[in-house]
């Protein structure tokens, strides 16, 4: 059980350029989520999913689209790149809450991205 | 929509201290309440969680938060520190009927523990 992971650990882009974070989770969770961390501004949603076939925009959403085609796969997809997308991203996965309120939270290792 | 507020961005403490982090938040609608832990290089992992029932709610590693819905408050709270405890916390709220229960996070406290 490998929890949530995500790929790559770090990476470097252009202004302009285009690339896939992946997200990966094997606890068999419905809701995913992409979140940025930039310094002093905590954690923002950017895209989130309740469900395979299901998507819907966070705090943050431009410049980034996702996909959940599968409930295991929840990429985050930079268009262009900018350097404002220089950032810490964590994906994050939780149970479908079946009473009360919410389960925890499960999160990756993170990617910093950095855009130059 | 909600809102939250940590009011220290950095709290220095002496190991076996206590420290108290604070954290407000802003709903027009009912809440649940968690702390985060971010170890340096790290993912962020759930300390303590209100949902509802006692105001205090007691987390891993020691810690502890009182949920004060007067005063729109959730402080986390350890009685004595260790080094181990050099981290960034964060405070986050959720929407009792929010769709997917989607998380809102203050801008976090980094805590340093000094020997």
């Known amino acids: 059980n490998a929890g949530v992971t995500q790929t790559p650990k770090f990476q470097v882009l252009k202004t302009g350029q285009s690339m896939t974070l992946q997200c990966a989770q094997d606890?068999?969770?419905?809701?995913m989520s992409w979140y940025r961390q930039d310094p002093g501004m905590g954690l923002r949603l950017i895209h989130y999913?309740?469900?395979?076939?299901?998507?819907d925009q966070g705090e943050v959403p431009n410049g980034y689209n996702v996909s959940r085609s599968t409930t295991e796969d929840f990429p985050l997809r930079l268009l262009s790149a900018a350097p404002s997308q220089t950032s810490v991203y964590f994906c994050?996965?939780?149970?479908?809450?079946?009473?009360?309120?919410?389960?925890?939270?499960?999160f990756g290792p993170g990617t910093r991205l950095l855009v130059l | 929509a909600q809102s939250v507020t940590q009011l220290d961005s950095q709290v220095p403490v002496f190991e076996e201290a206590p420290v108290e982090l604070r954290c407000n938040y802003s709903?027009?609608?009912?809440?649940?309440l968690f702390w985060y832990v971010q170890y340096p290089n790290q993912g962020l992992q759930l300390l303590l969680k209100?949902?509802?029932?006692?105001?205090l709610v007691k987390g891993i590693n020691g810690f502890e938060a009182e949920f004060n819905k007067s005063q729109t408050s959730f402080h986390l709270r350890k009685p004595s520190v260790h080094i181990s405890d050099t981290a960034e916390y964060f405070c986050?709220?959720?929407?009792?009927?929010?769709?997917?229960?989607?998380?809102?996070f203050g801008g976090g406290t980094r805590v340093l523990v000094k020997p």
């Open positions: 994050a996965s939780r149970p479908t809450s079946l009473a009360g309120g919410p389960g925890t939270q499960y």
């Open positions: 606890m068999n969770h419905e809701y």
């Open positions: 999913s309740v469900g395979a076939g299901i998507t």
């Open positions: 709903s027009s609608v009912s809440v649940y």
């Open positions: 209100y949902l509802s029932g006692s105001t």
């Open positions: 986050a709220v959720s929407a009792v009927r929010a769709a997917g229960n989607k998380l809102t």
